[in-house]
Structures are given as C-alpha cells and as structure tokens.
C-alpha cells in the first residue's frame, strides 16, 4: 500500500520549536518532490515548503523563511520539517505530499500522494 505518514505534531508554546516527520511506505521517495502544507481551522490550504528529490533545491513561503527547515533522507524513505520560533498563527494540521518529479526545482502543485496530516497547536 503507498502512503505516506506525518508525525511529530503537539501541543507546543509559543516560542518552542517541532521537528515534523513524513515516512513513505509502499514506495521510495527519491523519485519525488515533497511538499509539506498545512490547513488552519476555518482556512484554505497552504503550501508551507518544498524539496526537490535530490534535496538540492528548496522552497518556502513568506512567513516561514528563517524558522522553518525541510530536509529529507532518501536512505529513511523521509522527509523532515524543522518548525522554530513558532507563533500562535502557525496552529494547524499540517500534511506532507509527493510528487513523482526528478526535476531541479520543487512546487505545490500536481501532487501524487497525500498524508492525513499531523496536528500542530502552538498555545501558551
């Protein structure tokens, strides 16, 4: 079965920093760009970062440059996302996805397979 599996989400305070885990089984993830997203309570989905399958090219929005990190292990099959100086705002649950592309560069669109995502709540 392909899928993939996000871990690593909890209730943290403000300030406080998370390590996100995306583990692919069924399939091996050097053939794909990742993508990690995440969906806030009453709110659209969000391209957060993205990593080319080499891992030699990343991407992040706006209000993550400078505290987030994504990186990837292609021997583990995994994808990490390293989450610091987290805000109130950065509350949500937060899902990775592949995309099967070899490419330089990475995006947020055309995604092969989602994860059910892992929940995040950054409160004091």
């Known amino acids: 079965q392909l899928q993939l599996v996000e871990s690593g989400g909890d209730l943290i305070q403000p300030g406080g920093s998370l390590r996100l885990s995306c583990v692919a089984s069924?399939?091996?993830?050097?053939?794909?760009?990742i993508g990690w997203f995440r969906q806030a309570p009453g709110k659209e989905r969000e391209g957060v970062s993205c990593?080319?399958?080499?891992?030699?090219?990343?991407n992040y929005a706006d209000s993550m440059k400078g505290r987030f990190t994504i990186s990837r292990d292609n021997a583990k099959n995994t994808v990490y996302l390293q989450m610091n100086s987290l805000k109130p705002e950065d509350t949500a649950v937060y899902s990775c996805?592949?995309?099967?592309?070899?490419?330089?560069?990475?995006?947020?669109?055309?995604?092969?397979?989602w994860g059910k995502g892992t929940l995040v709540t950054v409160s004091s």
């Open positions: 069924g399939f091996t993830l050097a053939s794909y760009a």
């Open positions: 990593i080319s399958s080499s891992g030699g090219s990343t």
């Open positions: 996805a592949a995309r099967y592309y070899s490419g330089y560069h990475c995006s947020y669109s055309g995604m092969n397979y």
